[in-house]
C-alpha cells in the first residue's frame, strides 16, 4: 500500500503561501476537507491539498492560452542590474526569488524597474525537481 502525505494545518498554509487562519476558514467552509489525529490536529491528505491548489491556480496575466509557455510567475521587480549590454533583473513572485538574465535593450524596452510588477514565464525542457531532506517535523508525514 502506498503511503499518503499528511500535512498539519501549518504545514498546508506554509505550501500554499498563505496564513494558518486562511487555511482554517478554508476548512470550516467547506473548501478544504481536513480529519483530526489522535492529538485532535487537523490533517489535510495530501492529494486533495495538490487537487485544491490546482483548482485555485490562475493565469497571472491573461496571456496564457497566447503563448506555449505554461509557467507564469506574477511578482515585483526587486533588482535591476545593468552594464553596456546585459541586465540581471530579480522579481519575487511571493516566496519565491527569480533571476532572469537579459539583454540591456530588452530591460530598457519593457520598462523594468524596481517596484514595477512583471511576470517571468518560465520554458524550459529541463526542471530539476528535489525533494526536501527528511528532518524532525518534516513536512508531508506519509501515513500507511
Known amino acids: 500500500m502506498v503511503a499518503v502525505a499528511m500535512f498539519r494545518m501549518g504545514e498546508a498554509a506554509e505550501l500554499l503561501g498563505v496564513s494558518v487562519d486562511t487555511m482554517r476558514r478554508w476548512v470550516d ?14 490533517l489535510i491528505d495530501g492529494v486533495d491539498l495538490a487537487a485544491f491548489v490546482r483548482a485555485q491556480a490562475a493565469d497571472p496575466d491573461g496571456r496564457a492560452e497566447e503563448s506555449s509557455a505554461r509557467n507564469r510567475l506574477r511578482g515585483i521587480v526587486t533588482a535591476v542590474v545593468k552594464d553596456a549590454v546585459m541586465a540581471q533583473v530579480d522579481i519575487q513572485a511571493g516566496p519565491f526569488r527569480l533571476v ?12 523594468l524597474e524596481v517596484g514595477t510588477v512583471a511576470v517571468a514565464v ?20 506519509a501515513t500507511p
Open 100 to 111: 532572469s538574465l537579459m539583454s540591456r535593450e530588452a530591460v530598457d524596452q519593457l520598462g
Open 29 to 42: 467552509g467547506g473548501r478544504l476537507a481536513a480529519t483530526r489525529d489522535e492529538q485532535g490536529h487537523r
Open 122 to 141: 518560465i520554458k524550459s525542457t529541463t526542471v530539476v525537481v528535489e525533494r526536501p531532506a527528511v528532518t524532525a517535523g518534516s513536512r508531508g508525514r
